[in-house]
């Protein structure tokens, strides 16, 4: 099954607006006629106004990296589904292993926003993966089981079709440490047989799921060429011009 391959820049807490745009020109001047790769930029909320206008008329596409699971009232500081489609956001970034850790998100509050943010027509990129900890004491797979299921409950087989997954090992985000290809396929392919039980073969190949833990022009042909990796989340390497094309062209070269 050819899945089209999907590379998302997470920015963090990187890029002032004018900074935002200065990188989003440098991306469109090369890639803005890139159709075989889907090309998702995530900037942090003060920018998505800006970077969305840069964008506007090219095939890159904007998204989020959080956002609150209500339609709208009492939550200072917070941001809606809706406000961000008015930004013409079509991705959001979910369950973020940052959020997770450094706001408290749980698998109930995530699955939450996932199916907020589909029931106002956005993508969610649902983000998983295990600790170190988990890692060395073989609970890897079980922790990405829950993640998942309890990430996805109540998505409909219809709205499973807009979401996106990202295996996001913790001990690789920032940290240098890549995951090995084949680290990388084992839970990639354990995904994809997971989702094969929830929702049925065919869905479950028309899925993408990424990879993101220091992705790297270095590394990221031999992961990008494992067959159930449809593309990468990136963080650090986002945030520069030169690094993040060559993450776009590696994968279109696939
Ligand atoms: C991320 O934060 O989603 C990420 C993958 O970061 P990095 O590429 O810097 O490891």
Redesign the pocket.
Known sequence: MHRKKLIAG?W?MNKTASDGVVLTRELIAALGRETSVDVVLCPPFTALESVGRALEGHALKLGAQNMHAEKSGAFTGEISAEMLRGLFVTHV?LG???RRTYNAETDASINQKVLAALAHQLKPIL?VGETLAERESGATLAVVQRHVERGLQGVTPEQMGACII?Y?PVW?????K?ATTAQAQEVHAFIRELLTKLYGAPLAQKVRILY?????PANAPELLAAPDIDG???????LEAKSFIELVRAAAAR
């Open positions: 997470n963090k970034i973020h292993s940052e983000c990202a996001e690789a985000i920032g940290t240098g890549v993101g833990g220091s992705m790297k990468g989340l990136i963080g650090g390497a986002a």
